[in-house]
């Protein structure tokens, strides 16, 4: 099976509105790695932490090990926040592991 | 300041023809480097790493081959392309259990 499930596959908010995108894995993570991905293809790394919580601007990822799930908290939505949404896990071996991604839409 | 350099940014290549992407990381000895790769509407996978020079760990079976000749080069290659090879192509290294860092990918349409 899928090592790391993320929900929902796509999402549609108005700007302003705060997302809530959760990421379950299967294996026993190190930690948790949220991406933005760009519509040409590129990552851009957003926040990493193992366990616990961690903010930077609007964005706050919490990963409760434990539980085997995570959360990308993004607060007041803006139109520039739409894209992919990537979580990954990295296991003891280093390897790290992708879900499907979370499609975001923040309408105007 | 650790950069990551991926070339070509985009090729369209016909089957059957070999193909060469590379990757440089600069700023950073020793790096674990790693080949990810998606297909369009898929998942990322990682297709190789390596932890040291001279030595790449294959992930999954592609029909593709990666070296790496020196500490800050990795390079995927294949003597045949097929069809199934379209897709984005992305480098990455990370410090040993920590957070990866990604070039901007290469982008291949087999035609």
């Known amino acids: 099976g899928q090592q790391v499930q993320q929900s929902p596959a796509s999402l549609v908010l108005q700007e302003g509105e705060n997302a809530e995108l959760q990421c379950n894995f299967s294996s026993t993570a190190t930690r948790l790695q949220w991406f933005y991905q760009r519509p040409g293809g590129s990552l851009v790394s957003l926040l990493s932490n193992p366990s616990g919580t961690k903010h930077t601007g609007r964005l706050t990822s919490t990963t409760v090990t434990k539980e085997r799930r995570g959360s990308l908290h993004i607060s007041s939505s803006q139109i520039t926040d739409s894209g992919t949404y990537l979580c990954a896990m990295t296991t003891n071996t280093g390897k790290l592991t992708f879900g499907d991604g979370t499609v975001l839409t923040v309408k105007p | 300041a650790q950069t990551i350099h991926q070339w070509p940014v985009a090729e369209i290549k016909a089957v059957g023809s070999p193909l060469s992407l590379g990757c440089t990381i600069k700023?950073?000895?020793?790096?674990?480097l790693y080949w990810y790769w998606q297909a369009t509407g898929g998942t990322l996978q990682q297709l190789f790493y390596?932890?040291?020079?001279?030595?790449v760990e294959s992930v999954v079976q592609l029909n593709l081959s990666a070296s790496r000749p020196k500490d800050d080069q990795f390079i995927l290659s294949t003597e045949k392309l097929l069809l199934s090879h379209s897709g984005f192509y992305l480098c990455?290294?990370?410090?040993?259990?920590?957070?990866?860092?990604f070039g901007s990918g290469t982008r291949l349409l087999v035609i």
């Open positions: 390596s932890i040291t020079v001279g030595q």
């Open positions: 990455a290294w990370s410090p040993e259990n920590s957070d990866y860092t």
């Open positions: 700023g950073k000895s020793s790096p674990n």
